[in-house]
Structure formats: structure tokens, C-alpha cells
């Protein structure tokens, strides 16, 4: 491994944070485009049922895919730390470990497509119009799940290499191929909900494909190679083994509450009708582009802090966290402003829907607020996956959901308006969750092993 062997730290300084933080920037606004033009693909066509099939399919798979999201968020945090200690063998193994996992993660979900459709959609509030456009949605996204979970593998041992450059070009491919894949299925074959689907599916394909070609570039030799050079018996260390599935066991854990959380939300929109179902989905376009942004931040730092946890250098630790929050904070409060002035007329271009035009107005400031309330999750989400601290953001996740849906049901006298409340609440739930935990991180930064908490209990 030329490059991604080194083991000097980068420099840490503003410029070298924003310097690696911009192509995640980039990358990262690229994927709320691609739902972006997914709802205006839909949404130009007039056809709010179609919309809202889109909204309720695209949180279902959001649902079951990010399940899995432990494969970009452990494989972060665990390749920096195998960086900064200098162990060059594992930070491939990593990749071979968590590669082979999505594949056959993905294969499973594939196989099991129908019955977790059909259970979702029962579980969920939408007509039955609406849930037939999701159906034809997920039946499409599901063709890209074995590439997809693969392609999250890819991704966070790029990040955790600092490797955000070709972080960058994967994500830039992938967003390109899915929107130009989508348009050409929905306006130029008339293939529906179901075209949006297959065109992000075909996409996840190319991503993969190249995601290999990437992963070759940093190695310095392709995949068949590294998996030649890497002996058996580091692949099935049982440590590293049972640290690998202790890491991703509690950030599936925080996952599947997330989610959750999410879902819940567009459910409460779908109980009140396709309208605010589908004024909801054009808003959480406005919240995905702002986390995805702010998570541009939270990705440097958990390389950063990952990196510094694995050569046990507290002061970088503490400086990291220190740079990153303040382009983070200064970053959430251009979006607001944004959000503010120009969502109208984003609005306007998502959806032809006067009802839906006009609901999505009303609520817009929730939209517009998040990005600043918001902030502090995500990156204490980012200090905690950088150090590897899996309990802390387990219980953060789990605690945070139970607290927001009983918010959310409290609130439910008054439609839309206690529906937004909930879930602006609901990152500052998250937020001091793991703040709680933070003093405590600290205090066992000198005096414990990166893998002493993650360990099997």
C-alpha cells in the first residue's frame, strides 16, 4: 500500500481539515441531488401519488439498507485506528472482511426482497395507491443491494484513509449514472416509481465497479491481489474478528433506531394524507442536503480522531474535534440563511402541486432550523464512530428514538405543525445523549485501549 500505508499524521490545521473535508463536501451534496432530481423526475409529472409511492418506498429502503450502514461507519473509524498504529495488514484485511460481508449481506436481501416489501408496506399508513408506487419503487431498488452494501465498505475505508478525493469520484459517478439512469427510465420509457428505483439500482452496479478500481489505486494492486497477499489467518483472527462484529453489532443497533426515527416521521406524514406525506418528502430534501453537507465535517473527524485514538495523542484528539466543530457550526448557519431565502422558489421546482407547493411553504422554517439544531449530532456521531465507542452511540440512538416517538404522539393534536416539533426535537435528543458520554471518553482516552470497548461482553 504506497500511499494509504503512511503513517505520519496529516498536518492539523484549518486549511488541512478543509482541505480534506471539501470532496466529502462535494461527494456528499451530490447524494440529496440525486433525491432531489428523483422528486422532480416524479414530481414534474403531476402526479402526487406517484410522489408520495417514491417518498414511502424511498424510507422503506433507506430503512433496510442503512440497516447495514455499519459497513461505511465501522470500517471508518476501525481503518483510521489501524492506520495511526501503523498495522498496514489489517487496514486491508479490513477491506477484505467488510467487502466480503456486504456481498453476502446484500445477496441475503435480495433473496428476501418480496417478504420484506410486503411486510414494510403493511406495517406502514399509506392507500393503496400509494403503497402500489412504492412496491414498484423498492422492487427496483432491491436489484442494487448486493453493490450497495458493497459500495459502503468501499467508501468508509476510503474515508478512513483520508482517501476523500477517491471518496469523491465514486460518489460523483454514482450520483451522475442514478440521475441520469432515473430520468431516462421515468420520462424517456415511462417506467414510473419503479424506473426510479432500477435507475439507482444500475448505478449502485457502476459505483461498485469502479469503488474496486479505486480500492486498486490506493492498494497498489487490485482486489485479487490484496486478497492473495493477505494470509487466511489474518482474515479470521478471532480478535480482530470479535472486534469487528462488536463495533458494527451497536452501530447497527444506533442504526435501526435512526431509522426508525425516520420512518416514523413519514409515517406521521402518510397518516395525514398523500399531501403532507409527499410536502414532507419534498422538505426532508432541504434536511438530507444539510446533514450531508454537515456530515462532510463529521467524516474528517472521525478519520482525525480515529487516527489520533490509534497513536493515543490526546492533544490532537481535542484539536480535531475543536476545528472540525467550527466549520461545522459556521457551515449550518449559511444553510439555515439558504434554506430561509431561497426554499420557496426550490419548492416550486420539486413539485408542480399547489397543495403540496403550499403545504411544504408553511413548514419550511423546520427545514431551515435543522441544519443549526442539528449540528451538534452530527458531529459528536463523528467523534464517537472515529473512536470507535459503540455503546455510547447505541444508547444515544436507542434513548433518542423512544423519547421522540413519545414527543411525537404527545404532539399529535396538532397535525403537521406537532409532527415537525417532534422531529426538530429530536436532534437535540440525540445530541445530548451522547454528550453525556463525552466526559467519560475523555477520561479513558489515556488509560484504555481503542479496542477495550468495543470487546464482547
Given at each position: 500500500m504506497p500511499e494509504a500505508s503512511a503513517t505520519t499524521p496529516a498536518p492539523l490545521t484549518r486549511r488541512s481539515i478543509f482541505a480534506q473535508a471539501w470532496p466529502i463536501m462535494l461527494g456528499q451534496a451530490s447524494i440529496p441531488l440525486v433525491g432531489i432530481v428523483d422528486t422532480a423526475v416524479i414530481g414534474r409529472t403531476g402526479d402526487a401519488v406517484a410522489?408520495?409511492?417514491?417518498a414511502l418506498g424511498a424510507t422503506i429502503i433507506t430503512l433496510v439498507f442503512w440497516t447495514f450502514g455499519f459497513l461505511r461507519m465501522g470500517m471508518t473509524g476501525l481503518t483510521a485506528q489501524a492506520q495511526g498504529s501503523g498495522d498496514r495488514s489489517e487496514?486491508?484485511?479490513?477491506?477484505?472482511?467488510?467487502?466480503?460481508?456486504?456481498?453476502g449481506l446484500g445477496l441475503l436481501l435480495l433473496a428476501l426482497s418480496w417478504p420484506i416489501r410486503e411486510a414494510a408496506l403493511a406495517i406502514m399508513s399509506g392507500t393503496p395507491e400509494v403503497d402500489g408506487e412504492a412496491a414498484g419503487y423498492m422492487q427496483g431498488r432491491f436489484f442494487g443491494a448486493p453493490a450497495a452494501?458493497?459500495?459502503y465498505a468501499i467508501n468508509g475505508w476510503?474515508?478512513?484513509?483520508?482517501?476523500?478525493?477517491e471518496a469523491l469520484a465514486l460518489q460523483i459517478v454514482m450520483n451522475l449514472a442514478n440521475m441520469g439512469l432515473d430520468i431516462w427510465f421515468v420520462w424517456g420509457m415511462g417506467l414510473g416509481a419503479y424506473g426510479v428505483g432500477l435507475g439507482t439500482a444500475c448505478a449502485e452496479g457502476i459505483a461498485l465497479a469502479l469503488g474496486l478500481l479505486l480500492v486498486g489505486r490506493v492498494a497498489g494492486a487490485n482486489v485479487l491481489a490484496v486478497i492473495a497477499r493477505t494470509p487466511l489467518v489474518l482474515l479470521a483472527d478471532r480478535e480482530k474478528l470479535a472486534r469487528l462484529f462488536a463495533v458494527n453489532r451497536d452501530i447497527m443497533i444506533r442504526t435501526v433506531a435512526l431509522l426508525i426515527l425516520f420512518t416514523w416521521f413519514a409515517n406521521a406524514g402518510a397518516r395525514l394524507g398523500a399531501t403532507t406525506l409527499a410536502a414532507n418528502h419534498v422538505l426532508l430534501q432541504f434536511v438530507s442536503f444539510a446533514a450531508f453537507i454537515l456530515d462532510a465535517f463529521a467524516f474528517t473527524a472521525e478519520e482525525r480522531?480515529?487516527?489520533a485514538v490509534g497513536q493515543r495523542d490526546r492533544p490532537r484528539f481535542l484539536r480535531a474535534i475543536r476545528l472540525t466543530t467550527e466549520f461545522s457550526l459556521a457551515s449550518g448557519a449559511l444553510l439555515a440563511l439558504a434554506f430561509m431565502l431561497l426554499g420557496?422558489?426550490?419548492?416550486?421546482?420539486?413539485?408542480?402541486?399547489?397543495?403540496?407547493?403550499?403545504?411544504?411553504?408553511t413548514f419550511l422554517p423546520f427545514a431551515a432550523l435543522i441544519p443549526l439544531v442539528g449540528m451538534p449530532s452530527w458531529m459528536l456521531?463523528?467523534?464517537?464512530?472515529?473512536a470507535t465507542r459503540g455503546?455510547?452511540?447505541?444508547?444515544?440512538?436507542?434513548?433518542?428514538?423512544?423519547l421522540y416517538i413519545a414527543l411525537d404522539l404527545g404532539l399529535r393534536p396538532f397535525d403537521n405543525l406537532g409532527v415537525w416539533l417532534a422531529m426538530t426535537a429530536s436532534y437535540l435528543l440525540r445530541a445530548g445523549g451522547l454528550a453525556v458520554y463525552f466526559p467519560q471518553l475523555l477520561r479513558e482516552f489515556d488509560t484504555r485501549r481503542p479496542e477495550d470497548e468495543s470487546r464482547p461482553t
Amino acid at each position: 500500500m504506497p500511499e494509504a500505508s503512511a503513517t505520519t499524521p496529516a498536518p492539523l490545521t484549518r486549511r488541512s481539515i478543509f482541505a480534506q473535508a471539501w470532496p466529502i463536501m462535494l461527494g456528499q451534496a451530490s447524494i440529496p441531488l440525486v433525491g432531489i432530481v428523483d422528486t422532480a423526475v416524479i414530481g414534474r409529472t403531476g402526479d402526487a401519488v406517484a410522489l408520495a409511492g417514491v417518498a414511502l418506498g424511498a424510507t422503506i429502503i433507506t430503512l433496510v439498507f442503512w440497516t447495514f450502514g455499519f459497513l461505511r461507519m465501522g470500517m471508518t473509524g476501525l481503518t483510521a485506528q489501524a492506520q495511526g498504529s501503523g498495522d498496514r495488514s489489517e487496514v486491508e484485511a479490513l477491506l477484505l472482511r467488510a467487502l466480503a460481508l456486504g456481498l453476502g449481506l446484500g445477496l441475503l436481501l435480495l433473496a428476501l426482497s418480496w417478504p420484506i416489501r410486503e411486510a414494510a408496506l403493511a406495517i406502514m399508513s399509506g392507500t393503496p395507491e400509494v403503497d402500489g408506487e412504492a412496491a414498484g419503487y423498492m422492487q427496483g431498488r432491491f436489484f442494487g443491494a448486493p453493490a450497495a452494501l458493497a459500495v459502503y465498505a468501499i467508501n468508509g475505508w476510503l474515508l478512513g484513509l483520508g482517501r476523500t478525493r477517491e471518496a469523491l469520484a465514486l460518489q460523483i459517478v454514482m450520483n451522475l449514472a442514478n440521475m441520469g439512469l432515473d430520468i431516462w427510465f421515468v420520462w424517456g420509457m415511462g417506467l414510473g416509481a419503479y424506473g426510479v428505483g432500477l435507475g439507482t439500482a444500475c448505478a449502485e452496479g457502476i459505483a461498485l465497479a469502479l469503488g474496486l478500481l479505486l480500492v486498486g489505486r490506493v492498494a497498489g494492486a487490485n482486489v485479487l491481489a490484496v486478497i492473495a497477499r493477505t494470509p487466511l489467518v489474518l482474515l479470521a483472527d478471532r480478535e480482530k474478528l470479535a472486534r469487528l462484529f462488536a463495533v458494527n453489532r451497536d452501530i447497527m443497533i444506533r442504526t435501526v433506531a435512526l431509522l426508525i426515527l425516520f420512518t416514523w416521521f413519514a409515517n406521521a406524514g402518510a397518516r395525514l394524507g398523500a399531501t403532507t406525506l409527499a410536502a414532507n418528502h419534498v422538505l426532508l430534501q432541504f434536511v438530507s442536503f444539510a446533514a450531508f453537507i454537515l456530515d462532510a465535517f463529521a467524516f474528517t473527524a472521525e478519520e482525525r480522531i480515529g487516527s489520533a485514538v490509534g497513536q493515543r495523542d490526546r492533544p490532537r484528539f481535542l484539536r480535531a474535534i475543536r476545528l472540525t466543530t467550527e466549520f461545522s457550526l459556521a457551515s449550518g448557519a449559511l444553510l439555515a440563511l439558504a434554506f430561509m431565502l431561497l426554499g420557496g422558489p426550490v419548492i416550486d421546482l420539486l413539485t408542480t402541486d399547489p397543495d403540496v407547493r403550499q403545504t411544504a411553504r408553511t413548514f419550511l422554517p423546520f427545514a431551515a432550523l435543522i441544519p443549526l439544531v442539528g449540528m451538534p449530532s452530527w458531529m459528536l456521531d463523528g467523534v464517537f464512530i472515529g473512536a470507535t465507542r459503540g455503546t455510547a452511540l447505541r444508547n444515544a440512538g436507542v434513548a433518542s428514538t423512544v423519547l421522540y416517538i413519545a414527543l411525537d404522539l404527545g404532539l399529535r393534536p396538532f397535525d403537521n405543525l406537532g409532527v415537525w416539533l417532534a422531529m426538530t426535537a429530536s436532534y437535540l435528543l440525540r445530541a445530548g445523549g451522547l454528550a453525556v458520554y463525552f466526559p467519560q471518553l475523555l477520561r479513558e482516552f489515556d488509560t484504555r485501549r481503542p479496542e477495550d470497548e468495543s470487546r464482547p461482553t
